[in-house]
Protein backbone atom coordinates (compact mmCIF):
# COMPACT_ATOMS: atom_id res chain seq x y z
CA UNK A 1 0.00 0.00 0.00
CA UNK A 2 1.56 3.33 -1.14
CA UNK A 3 1.93 6.07 1.86
CA UNK A 4 0.91 9.12 0.85
CA UNK A 5 1.39 12.30 2.42
CA UNK A 6 -0.99 16.02 2.47
CA UNK A 7 -0.79 18.86 4.38
CA UNK A 8 -2.78 18.20 7.68
CA UNK A 9 -3.54 17.30 10.20
CA UNK A 10 -7.00 15.29 9.15
CA UNK A 11 -9.54 17.43 8.13
CA UNK A 12 -7.57 19.89 5.81
CA UNK A 13 -8.71 20.84 1.91
CA UNK A 14 -5.52 18.69 1.12
CA UNK A 15 -6.88 15.90 2.79
CA UNK A 16 -9.97 16.32 0.61
CA UNK A 17 -7.97 16.29 -2.49
CA UNK A 18 -6.21 13.40 -1.86
CA UNK A 19 -9.33 11.47 -1.58
CA UNK A 20 -10.32 12.71 -4.75
CA UNK A 21 -7.44 11.87 -6.46
CA UNK A 22 -8.34 8.00 -4.65
CA UNK A 23 -11.38 7.92 -6.03
CA UNK A 24 -10.64 8.97 -9.04
CA UNK A 25 -8.02 6.22 -9.26
CA UNK A 26 -4.81 8.08 -9.45
CA UNK A 27 -3.53 5.52 -7.51
CA UNK A 28 -3.67 1.84 -8.11
CA UNK A 29 -5.36 1.01 -5.02
CA UNK A 30 -6.14 2.47 -1.40
CA UNK A 31 -3.85 4.19 0.21
CA UNK A 32 -1.83 5.16 3.54
CA UNK A 33 -2.41 8.71 4.41
CA UNK A 34 0.40 10.44 6.39
CA UNK A 35 -0.11 13.89 7.47
CA UNK A 36 2.39 16.84 7.64
CA UNK A 37 2.71 20.15 9.22
CA UNK A 38 3.21 22.14 6.24
CA UNK A 39 3.49 21.69 2.17
CA UNK A 40 7.78 21.48 2.39
CA UNK A 41 7.24 19.07 5.07
CA UNK A 42 5.05 16.69 3.43
CA UNK A 43 7.51 17.19 0.22
CA UNK A 44 10.53 16.49 2.35
CA UNK A 45 9.27 12.85 3.31
CA UNK A 46 9.25 12.15 -0.41
CA UNK A 47 13.08 13.06 -0.65
CA UNK A 48 13.78 10.94 2.63
CA UNK A 49 12.10 8.32 1.00
CA UNK A 50 9.24 8.04 4.03
CA UNK A 51 6.21 8.38 1.63
CA UNK A 52 5.60 7.54 -2.46
CA UNK A 53 3.92 10.89 -3.24
CA UNK A 54 2.33 13.97 -1.59
CA UNK A 55 -0.35 15.97 -1.79
CA UNK A 56 -0.27 19.69 -1.83
CA UNK A 57 -1.85 23.07 -2.98
CA UNK A 58 -0.40 24.87 -5.74
CA UNK A 59 -2.83 27.41 -7.09
CA UNK A 60 -5.69 29.61 -5.53
CA UNK A 61 -7.89 31.16 -7.85
CA UNK A 62 -8.57 33.95 -5.05
CA UNK A 63 -4.75 34.43 -4.16
CA UNK A 64 -2.89 33.34 -6.64
CA UNK A 65 0.25 30.76 -6.30
CA UNK A 66 1.05 29.16 -2.72
CA UNK A 67 5.03 30.19 -2.96
CA UNK A 68 5.37 27.43 0.01
CA UNK A 69 4.61 24.85 -2.14
CA UNK A 70 6.89 26.55 -4.85
CA UNK A 71 9.63 27.26 -2.84
CA UNK A 72 9.58 23.48 -1.42
CA UNK A 73 9.02 22.26 -5.09
CA UNK A 74 11.91 24.42 -6.41
CA UNK A 75 14.52 23.64 -3.48
CA UNK A 76 16.60 20.59 -2.36
CA UNK A 77 16.45 17.19 -4.90
CA UNK A 78 13.85 17.45 -7.70
CA UNK A 79 10.67 16.10 -7.22
CA UNK A 80 7.92 15.78 -10.20
CA UNK A 81 4.26 17.02 -10.40
CA UNK A 82 2.26 13.59 -11.84
CA UNK A 83 -1.71 14.18 -11.12
CA UNK A 84 -3.47 16.96 -10.08
CA UNK A 85 -7.08 18.30 -9.18
CA UNK A 86 -9.74 20.96 -8.15
CA UNK A 87 -11.63 21.80 -5.38
CA UNK A 88 -14.12 24.66 -5.13
CA UNK A 89 -13.58 26.00 -1.56
CA UNK A 90 -15.81 27.33 0.63
CA UNK A 91 -15.34 27.34 4.29
CA UNK A 92 -16.84 26.69 7.69
CA UNK A 93 -17.23 28.53 10.92
CA UNK A 94 -16.54 26.18 13.70
CA UNK A 95 -17.10 26.56 17.24
CA UNK A 96 -17.23 24.44 20.61
CA UNK A 97 -21.08 23.75 21.26
CA UNK A 98 -23.41 26.41 22.27
CA UNK A 99 -21.45 29.38 20.89
CA UNK A 100 -22.97 30.88 19.07
CA UNK A 101 -21.48 33.46 16.07
CA UNK A 102 -22.24 36.69 17.86
CA UNK A 103 -20.24 34.91 21.05
CA UNK A 104 -17.04 34.80 18.95
CA UNK A 105 -14.05 37.18 20.07
CA UNK A 106 -11.19 34.78 18.15
CA UNK A 107 -10.83 33.71 15.04
CA UNK A 108 -8.46 31.01 14.63
CA UNK A 109 -7.30 30.95 10.69
CA UNK A 110 -4.66 30.19 8.43
CA UNK A 111 -3.43 32.75 6.34
CA UNK A 112 -4.55 31.49 3.31
CA UNK A 113 -7.75 31.04 4.28
CA UNK A 114 -8.21 34.41 6.68
CA UNK A 115 -7.28 35.67 3.28
CA UNK A 116 -10.59 34.17 1.01
CA UNK A 117 -12.90 35.34 3.82
CA UNK A 118 -11.57 39.06 4.94
CA UNK A 119 -14.53 40.71 3.67
CA UNK A 120 -17.31 38.25 4.93
CA UNK A 121 -15.54 37.82 8.94
CA UNK A 122 -15.18 42.13 8.47
CA UNK A 123 -19.20 42.33 7.90
CA UNK A 124 -20.04 39.52 10.26
CA UNK A 125 -17.43 39.78 13.16
CA UNK A 126 -15.88 43.05 12.95
CA UNK A 127 -14.59 42.64 16.72
CA UNK A 128 -13.04 39.65 16.58
CA UNK A 129 -9.33 39.25 16.63
CA UNK A 130 -7.22 36.66 14.73
CA UNK A 131 -5.14 33.79 15.70
CA UNK A 132 -3.13 32.65 12.93
CA UNK A 133 -3.34 28.66 13.05
CA UNK A 134 -0.95 26.82 10.88
CA UNK A 135 -4.03 25.02 8.49
CA UNK A 136 -7.39 25.11 8.15
CA UNK A 137 -7.83 21.85 10.01
CA UNK A 138 -5.35 22.91 12.73
CA UNK A 139 -7.42 25.93 13.39
CA UNK A 140 -10.21 23.47 14.48
CA UNK A 141 -7.61 22.10 16.35
CA UNK A 142 -6.92 25.93 18.22
CA UNK A 143 -10.66 25.70 18.80
CA UNK A 144 -11.01 22.46 20.73
CA UNK A 145 -7.38 23.31 22.81
CA UNK A 146 -9.43 26.63 24.06
CA UNK A 147 -7.08 28.67 22.01
CA UNK A 148 -9.73 30.48 20.23
CA UNK A 149 -13.27 30.87 20.32
CA UNK A 150 -14.26 29.54 16.57
CA UNK A 151 -12.40 28.62 13.47
CA UNK A 152 -12.24 29.33 9.69
CA UNK A 153 -11.90 25.40 8.64
CA UNK A 154 -13.55 22.28 6.66
CA UNK A 155 -16.62 20.60 7.65
CA UNK A 156 -14.69 17.73 7.94
CA UNK A 157 -12.29 18.71 10.49
CA UNK A 158 -15.51 20.27 12.50
CA UNK A 159 -17.22 16.23 12.30
CA UNK A 160 -13.79 14.70 13.28
CA UNK A 161 -13.37 17.05 16.22
CA UNK A 162 -17.11 17.27 17.43
CA UNK A 163 -16.97 21.12 16.70
CA UNK A 164 -20.31 23.07 15.52
CA UNK A 165 -20.73 25.09 12.71
CA UNK A 166 -22.01 28.04 13.44
CA UNK A 167 -21.79 29.81 9.67
CA UNK A 168 -21.39 27.51 6.58
CA UNK A 169 -20.58 28.46 2.89
CA UNK A 170 -18.29 31.14 3.71
CA UNK A 171 -16.31 32.37 0.87
CA UNK A 172 -16.28 36.33 -0.43
CA UNK A 173 -15.76 35.00 -4.03
CA UNK A 174 -18.12 32.39 -5.58
CA UNK A 175 -16.74 30.08 -7.09
CA UNK A 176 -13.29 29.83 -5.21
CA UNK A 177 -11.15 26.96 -6.79
CA UNK A 178 -7.67 25.30 -5.24
CA UNK A 179 -5.46 23.00 -7.29
CA UNK A 180 -3.93 20.17 -5.27
CA UNK A 181 -1.17 18.51 -6.90
CA UNK A 182 0.21 14.86 -6.64
CA UNK A 183 4.14 15.05 -5.71
CA UNK A 184 6.29 11.84 -6.28
CA UNK A 185 10.47 11.28 -7.38
CA UNK A 186 11.30 11.75 -10.87
CA UNK A 187 9.66 9.36 -13.13
CA UNK A 188 8.27 8.97 -16.74
CA UNK A 189 6.01 11.47 -17.12
CA UNK A 190 2.33 10.48 -17.29
CA UNK A 191 1.00 9.56 -21.19
CA UNK A 192 -0.15 12.81 -23.17
CA UNK A 193 -3.67 13.20 -23.47
CA UNK A 194 -3.61 16.35 -25.44
CA UNK A 195 -4.82 18.53 -22.71
CA UNK A 196 -2.20 18.78 -20.60
CA UNK A 197 -0.02 20.85 -18.60
CA UNK A 198 3.64 21.31 -18.23
CA UNK A 199 5.08 23.73 -16.09
CA UNK A 200 8.85 24.54 -15.06
CA UNK A 201 11.21 26.70 -12.92
CA UNK A 202 13.90 29.02 -14.71
CA UNK A 203 17.15 30.21 -12.94
CA UNK A 204 18.17 32.73 -15.92
CA UNK A 205 21.74 34.83 -16.36
CA UNK A 206 21.44 38.49 -15.01
CA UNK A 207 22.04 39.72 -18.37
CA UNK A 208 19.62 41.91 -20.57
CA UNK A 209 16.86 40.20 -22.71
CA UNK A 210 17.52 37.38 -20.68
CA UNK A 211 13.66 36.59 -19.84
CA UNK A 212 12.18 38.41 -23.22
CA UNK A 213 14.39 35.38 -24.78
CA UNK A 214 13.13 32.63 -22.87
CA UNK A 215 9.69 33.54 -23.69
CA UNK A 216 10.61 33.53 -26.84
CA UNK A 217 11.00 30.09 -27.11
CA UNK A 218 7.49 29.39 -26.51
CA UNK A 219 6.07 32.27 -28.61
CA UNK A 220 8.11 31.14 -31.97
CA UNK A 221 6.56 27.85 -31.49
CA UNK A 222 3.03 28.61 -30.40
CA UNK A 223 2.89 27.57 -27.09
CA UNK A 224 0.66 29.40 -24.74
CA UNK A 225 2.07 30.10 -21.07
CA UNK A 226 -0.75 29.58 -18.31
CA UNK A 227 1.33 30.78 -15.62
CA UNK A 228 4.35 34.00 -14.69
CA UNK A 229 5.42 33.93 -11.69
CA UNK A 230 8.90 35.13 -9.79
CA UNK A 231 9.56 34.32 -6.76
CA UNK A 232 13.70 35.67 -5.05
CA UNK A 233 15.77 32.76 -4.62
CA UNK A 234 16.84 34.50 -1.04
CA UNK A 235 20.33 34.85 -1.98
CA UNK A 236 20.61 38.37 -2.35
CA UNK A 237 18.44 41.39 -3.47
CA UNK A 238 17.49 41.09 -7.20
CA UNK A 239 18.05 37.63 -7.62
CA UNK A 240 14.73 35.35 -8.78
CA UNK A 241 13.36 32.73 -9.85
CA UNK A 242 10.71 31.78 -12.71
CA UNK A 243 7.82 29.29 -12.72
CA UNK A 244 6.03 29.11 -15.89
CA UNK A 245 3.29 26.67 -16.84
CA UNK A 246 2.10 25.97 -20.24
CA UNK A 247 -0.35 24.12 -22.30
CA UNK A 248 0.87 21.03 -23.68
CA UNK A 249 3.27 18.00 -22.83
CA UNK A 250 7.06 17.38 -22.69
CA UNK A 251 6.44 14.50 -25.23
CA UNK A 252 4.92 17.13 -27.73
CA UNK A 253 7.47 18.30 -29.85
CA UNK A 254 7.01 22.05 -29.77
CA UNK A 255 7.35 22.19 -25.94
CA UNK A 256 10.29 19.33 -26.21
CA UNK A 257 11.78 22.41 -28.58
CA UNK A 258 11.46 24.69 -26.25
CA UNK A 259 12.65 23.09 -23.37
CA UNK A 260 15.65 21.67 -25.19
CA UNK A 261 16.37 25.61 -26.66
CA UNK A 262 15.94 26.82 -22.73
CA UNK A 263 18.40 24.22 -21.67
CA UNK A 264 21.16 25.76 -23.73
CA UNK A 265 21.19 28.57 -21.98
CA UNK A 266 19.47 28.72 -18.36
CA UNK A 267 19.62 26.83 -15.41
CA UNK A 268 15.81 24.92 -15.95
CA UNK A 269 13.89 22.62 -13.24
CA UNK A 270 11.26 20.66 -15.30
CA UNK A 271 8.64 19.99 -12.31
CA UNK A 272 6.39 17.62 -14.68
CA UNK A 273 4.15 17.39 -17.17
CA UNK A 274 0.58 15.53 -16.58
CA UNK A 275 -3.03 15.67 -17.91
CA UNK A 276 -5.17 18.83 -16.46
CA UNK A 277 -7.94 18.93 -14.73
CA UNK A 278 -9.97 21.88 -16.38
CA UNK A 279 -8.29 22.55 -19.83
CA UNK A 280 -6.80 26.12 -20.17
CA UNK A 281 -5.60 28.46 -23.35
CA UNK A 282 -4.65 26.53 -26.84
CA UNK A 283 -2.69 23.32 -27.11
CA UNK A 284 0.66 23.72 -28.85
CA UNK A 285 0.91 22.82 -32.90
CA UNK A 286 1.23 19.69 -33.81
CA UNK A 287 4.36 19.29 -36.21
CA UNK A 288 3.44 16.17 -38.23
CA UNK A 289 3.22 17.77 -41.47
CA UNK A 290 6.47 19.55 -40.86
CA UNK A 291 8.35 16.40 -39.75
CA UNK A 292 6.92 14.56 -43.00
CA UNK A 293 8.00 16.56 -45.39
CA UNK A 294 11.58 16.71 -43.67
CA UNK A 295 11.85 13.23 -44.02
CA UNK A 296 10.55 13.05 -47.43
CA UNK A 297 14.07 15.99 -48.11
CA UNK A 298 15.71 13.44 -46.47
CA UNK A 299 15.04 11.20 -48.58
CA UNK A 300 15.98 13.02 -52.00
CA UNK A 301 11.86 13.09 -52.72
CA UNK A 302 11.42 16.10 -55.84
CA UNK A 303 8.68 18.39 -56.31
CA UNK A 304 7.73 19.19 -52.72
Not at 138 to 157: N, Q, R
Not at 189 to 197: E, L, V, Y
Not at 268 to 284: D, E, H, K
Request: net charge negative; hydrophobic share 45%; proline share 6%.
Amino acid sequence: MPRIAYFGPSGTFTEMALAELESSAAFEGPVERVAAPSQGAALDLIRSGDVDGAVVPIESSVEGSISATLDSLAIGPRLQIVAETELEVTFTILAGSGTRLADVRTLAAYPVAAAQVRMWVSRNLPNAQLYTSASNAAAAEDVVAGHADAAVSTALAGERLGLTAVASGVADHEHAITRFVLVTKPRSAPRSTGADRTSIVLELPNEPGSLMRAFAEFATRGIDLTRIESRPTRTGLGTYRFYLDCVGHIDDAAVAEALKALHRTARIRFLGSWPATSATGTPPPSDEAAAEWLTQLRKGVADL
